[in-house]
């Protein structure tokens, strides 16, 4: 089975923010996003696309399946 996997932390990174920084900006919790970046939780798609809004991509670059 295949399982949603993100790169939130690069882009996160290559953005300069913060867990809380993006947090903000998305409106969720710091939390919300530690469990992103760990694949414990799978965004609504409202949630994945505004954090690919956030990064300037597009949701597949930030998040995708392995295969």
Partial sequence: MSKLRTIIKEFRAKFD??????????GVRRET???????????SLKLAYDIAKVFESTI??????DD
């Fill in 17 to 26: 923010l913060t867990q809380k920084d993006l947090a903000d900006k998305v």
């Fill in 33 to 43: 996003i530690v469990f992103l970046e760990k694949g414990k939780y799978n965004p």
């Fill in 60 to 65: 597949e670059e930030v998040f995708f399946f």
